[in-house]
């Protein structure tokens, strides 16, 4: 089991509707969690990150967590073509093998695809 | 935001060479950095976490002869790829983050050098 599990796509939306974006994770361990988006050939840019149970809100962005669910997922809001990226899902835990450093798992990212 | 760069953004060279690849912290004092590695169509994976002035921490699975990671000052942050070979071309990111140790908000990503090995 991967420990954090993404499904790849393509997620296909039209413009304006609501894109949702799910991730699972396997360690219970896990403390924090983050949405990066990524854009062919460049790096991860943090969009969204979540800490506790429930929902966050940023603007047309909401990440929902669920820690007894293991699950954490990002909904897009009035989905842009210019959302159209790699929606990258990231966990963190202390690391045991460096002393208490942090150690992100990235999942395989699902590709968004918005159709104007 | 805080800005970190990478040199070279792009690299190719030939098998049996050592590639070294720079990042920095512009505008703020990197205490931890972090060096990922990208495979098309796959996830970034961490290779090894470096705090200024320690050896880094290599990930399981990590060559830590073949990927030499030097984080000599707050600003910058090495990493070697020695006797480079064509499996080793990938796309290279680091991460900076101004608290030790910890990659939560404050990681913030360089932009990746493409290397690749003929």
């Known amino acids: 089991q991967k420990e954090v599990e993404q499904n790849s796509g393509p997620l296909s939306v039209p413009e304006g509707a609501i894109a949702s974006l799910n991730c699972t994770y396997s360690?219970?361990?896990?403390?924090?969690f983050f949405w990066y988006r990524q854009y062919s050939g460049k790096s991860p840019e943090l969009i969204m990150s979540?800490?506790?149970?429930g929902d966050k809100e940023d603007g047309r962005f909401t990440a929902q967590l669920n820690k007894a669910s293991q699950y954490v997922s990002l909904l897009i809001r009035d989905s842009q073509p210019s959302d159209s990226a790699t929606y990258l899902c990231a966990v963190i835990k202390d690391n045991p093998y460096s002393g208490g450093y942090q150690k992100v798992t990235f999942g395989t990212g699902t590709k968004l695809q918005v159709i104007p | 935001g805080a800005v970190v760069s990478q040199h070279p953004s792009r690299v190719i060279c030939k098998s049996g060479t050592s590639v070294k690849i720079e990042c920095r912290s512009l505008d703020f004092q990197a205490t931890t950095m972090f060096w990922y590695r990208q495979f098309p169509k796959q996830s970034l994976m961490l290779m090894a976490t470096?705090?200024?002035?320690?050896?880094?921490?290599?990930e399981q699975g990590v060559e830590k002869d073949k990927f030499l990671i030097n984080h000599a000052s707050l600003t910058l942050s090495t990493l070697t790829v020695t006797s480079a070979h064509p499996e080793d071309s990938s796309f290279y990111i680091c991460?900076?983050?101004?608290?030790?140790?910890?990659?939560?908000?404050?990681?913030?990503f360089g932009p990746g050098t493409r290397l690749t090995v003929l």
């Open positions: 979540i800490y506790s149970n």
């Open positions: 991460s900076a983050s101004s608290v030790r140790g910890q990659a939560t908000d404050t990681q913030y």
């Open positions: 470096s705090n200024e002035g320690s050896k880094a921490t290599y």
């Open positions: 360690d219970r361990g896990s403390q924090s």
